[in-house]
C-alpha cells in the first residue's frame, strides 16, 4: 500500500496486539523477512532515542546537552533497548548514567553491553539501589521489564519501581511501563508511572483498560521495522476506536433532508417516580439529530407538556407502538416487572434495531431471554454483567474485554460494556473506545448514552456503527467538560446534551485528525 489515506480505508481500526501476539509478530518478522532481533532491538532503541531527544528538547528549558538522563536496563530484551538508547543518547552528546542488571542476559543482551564498554561506558550494577537513588538526572528511562513479564514484581526491583514513581522526575518508558500487564492493564506486584511510553509496532490492550491509562501517560508508537502487511494480516482481537474512525462515520445532513429522513426513536424508559430516565435518553436523542422521539410510557401532563413540548408520547398498550419507527431504546428505570420481559419479547418479533439498557438488561439476564438478535445492543456496566456469569463486577474488571467477547457470544448480539475505557464487544472481538474520564461517573450519564445511540441508530448507522460513534463522542463531551476548565464532579448529566453541538463542531472541523491514544499528545 502506498499512501497512509488508502491504508486507513483499508485497515479503518488500529489492531492492538497482546503479549502473545507480539513474540509472534516478531517471530514472523526473523522467520518470514529475515529481519533479525538486534535489527529490530537496533530500531527500537534508535527510534526511542530520536522520541527522547524529542522530548528534551519540549520540555527541559535548559540546553539538552546538558541534560542528565538516568538509564535503568533489567536482564531481558527490554534492557537491551535501554542499553540502544544509551549508546545513540551518547551520539548526541547527552550525558547518560546506565545501570543494568549483573545477571546474565540474553546473548544479544551481552552483546550490547560489550559495545558500550568498547565506548569506554560504565555500566553501574543496578542492584546497587543507593547508587542510583544518589544519581542525578533530568529524565529517567524505564527498560526494566518488557511485554514478557509474566509474574509479579517483587524485592529488589520493587523497591526500584516505588523509588521512580516517587522521584519527581519525567519517566519514559520503552515498549511498556514495567510491571504493567499489557493485556488486562492490571499491575504486576508494583508498576512504573511513565510521562510517556514508547510502545514497539502496536499500542497494547492493556494501555486501555484498567491502570493501564494512569500508567502510561502520554503514548507514541514506533514504526521500528516490522512489515506493515504483518501487522494486519495477523488474526487479531483487540482494536481501539478513534478519532479519524469516528469522523469518518458520522454522517452530515444533507441540504435536502427533512426529518422524516432523520428517523423515529421509540424510547421504552421511565415509570413511576422514574421519569428523569426516560427525559434524559429522549433529549439526548434529539441532540444527536434523529427525526422524532416519541416516549412510552408517557410522563405525566405536567413534565411533559410544559418542559418537553418536543417529545412525543404514546400508550404501552397501543397496537401500533412499534410502527413508524425505526429504532428503540429499551430499559432505562423502565422497571423489572413481567411488561419489560414481553414487550422485550415482542421486539425480537421485529426487525427494528434496539439498544438494551438498564432494567431491560437486568430482565434479560434474570428472564434467560437471550440470544437475542445479532443486531441488537446491550449496554451494561461490570456490576450488570456480572450477574450473567454469577460473579462480581470486581472479577469483570479484571479482564474487560474478555468478559465483554464472552457476553457477546453468550447474549448472541453486541455489548457495550461501559466504564473506563468502555468496550465494545462482537463475539470474538473486542473494540476498545478510549475516551472519557471520571466525570461520567454519575446517576443519567448511561441514560443520555442510550439516547445517543438509539438516535444514530434510528438515523440508519448500522449497530456497531451507532454504538462505537455514541461511546467515543459520550467520552468526549466529558473531556471536553474538564479542559474547558470545569471540575469534572461537577458535571451532571443533563449537561452532557448541552456539550454536544461544541464537540461535535469541533470533531468535524478537525477533520478527525490526532487518532485517540497513538499519538504524543493523547491524553493521560
Known sequence: MKNNKNNRETYPFTPLASSAQ???????????????AEILMESAGALSAQEILEYLKKYQKKNIESSSVLILCGPGHNGGDGLVVARHLLSNSIPVTVFCSEKQGSDLFEKQKSRLHKLGVTLHPLENQEQIKKTKCDLIIDALFGIGLNKDITDLYAGLIQWINTENKPVISLDTPSGLNVDTGQIQGEAVKADLTVSFGLAKPGFYQQEGPVHIGRIKVLPIGFPYSLLREKAFTHFLIDRYWVFKTLSERSPLDHKAKQGHLLVLAGSKDFWGAGQLASLAAYRMGVGYVTLSPAMPKEFSSQWYPDILTQDLSDQNLFEKKTAVAIGPGFGLDKKTKDILEMLKKTKLPVVVDADAFTVCVKEKLFPLPAHWLVTPHSGELARLFGIKGKEVDQDR??????????????????????????????????????????????????????????????????????????????????????????????DLKDILP???????????????GLEPESRK
Not at 434510528?458 to 456503527?465: E, H, N, Q, V, W
Request: with cysteine; charged share 20%; aromatic share 8%.
Open 22 to 36: 507480539c513474540a509472534e509478530i516478531d517471530r514472523s518478522a526473523i522467520k518470514s523477512y529475515d529481519l533479525s
Open 502 to 516: 461544541i464537540v461535535l463542531k469541533k470533531l468535524r472541523h478537525s477533520g478527525g485528525v490526532c487518532h485517540s
Open 401 to 494: 474485554c474478555s468478559y465483554a467477547m464472552k457476553a457477546s457470544k453468550k447474549m448472541g448480539c453486541l455489548v457495550l460494556l461501559k466504564g473506563f475505557y468502555s468496550v465494545l464487544a462482537k463475539k470474538d472481538k473486542c473494540w476498545i473506545i478510549p475516551t472519557g474520564n471520571a466525570a461520567l461517573a454519575k446517576a443519567g450519564t448511561g441514560d443520555v448514552l442510550t439516547g445517543f445511540i438509539g438516535a444514530l441508530m434510528a438515523r440508519s448507522l448500522d449497530t456497531f456503527s451507532a454504538t462505537g460513534v455514541a461511546a467515543f463522542i459520550h467520552g468526549l463531551l466529558a473531556e471536553e467538560w474538564v479542559e474547558s476548565g470545569k471540575d469534572k464532579d461537577s458535571l451532571m448529566a443533563q
